[in-house]
């Protein structure tokens, strides 16, 4: 009995000191495929016992195939918008799931449902941010550009243009942040964007992960 007590102690003590890390995003986190390809290079670098993906959604669409012992958790809304999630969400969901690592895939919606443009966008990513670091000083953060799409690239195309200088200007050590350029730059095209000219294809989602899953995997290694 008492030796059981000490194996379960022991057990949560490992698992307490997983990584967690939160996938936060819209429909292209929530419905597409690119957090199972991600996590299949996690286990690759054998850190599947070292991970908790954290949020309180759960689930990946039958599609994408998911590796086994993939982990369903993550924050990604389809149509939502970074405005919104910076002023109404973030907060919430950062004690919610209290995560060690967040990346973020957001803006698609905010230029799309939103209409909004690239300053408003930026200045929505610097309160996510701010969020973010209230409730952990030592988030690590992976930021992603937006990925192209088939109409309106010229504001994603301003906010990617102005995100790198944003990136070097927030960086701390104390608080890293990794820096994601999904973009036509990087060979992103929109080849690989369903008919709705949106939505990642199995390959767009490949793309996505071969940029997010060495940045999350560094995070996390940095972590341990
Ligand atoms: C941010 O700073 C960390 C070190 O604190 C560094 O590892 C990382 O590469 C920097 N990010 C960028 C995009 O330069």
């Known amino acids: 009995m008492r030796g059981l007590t000490i194996l379960s102690a022991l057990a949560a003590v490992a698992s307490a000191q997983k ?17 199972g390809f991600a996590w ?5 670098a054998g850190l599947a016992d070292q991970v908790d993906f954290v949020g309180s959604m759960t689930g990946i669409q039958g599609r994408c195939n998911a590796p086994s012992g993939f982990d369903p958790n993550h924050e990604g809304h389809s149509g939502w918008q970074a405005y919104d999630i ?4 973030i907060a919430g969901w950062m004690q919610q799931s209290k995560p060690d690592v967040v990346s973020v895939l957001l803006g698609t919606n905010d230029i799309n449902i939103g209409k909004r ?9 610097t309160s996510l941010l701010t969020s973010m670091r209230t409730a952990n000083p030592n988030v690590a953060v992976v930021m992603s550009t937006i990925i192209p799409m088939r109409w309106d690239d010229a504001t994603a195309a301003a906010v990617n243009k102005q995100l790198p200088a944003w990136v070097q200007q927030h960086n701390t ?7 994601a350029d999904i973009s036509r730059t990087t060979g992103f095209t929109t080849d690989m964007l369903q008919g709705d000219g949106v939505h990642p294809t199995i390959q767009g989602d490949q793309i996505i992960s071969n940029h997010l899953a060495p940045l999350i995997i560094e995070a996390v290694t940095q972590l341990k």
């Open 19 to 35: 990584v967690k890390v939160l996938p936060l995003g819209d429909s292209i986190t929530d419905i597409c495929c690119w957090r």
């Open 40 to 44: 299949a290079e996690i286990a690759k």
């Open 86 to 89: 910076a002023r109404d969400n």
């Open 117 to 125: 443009d690239a300053t408003t966008i930026i200045n929505a990513y």
């Open 173 to 179: 050590t104390q608080s890293p942040i990794y820096f």
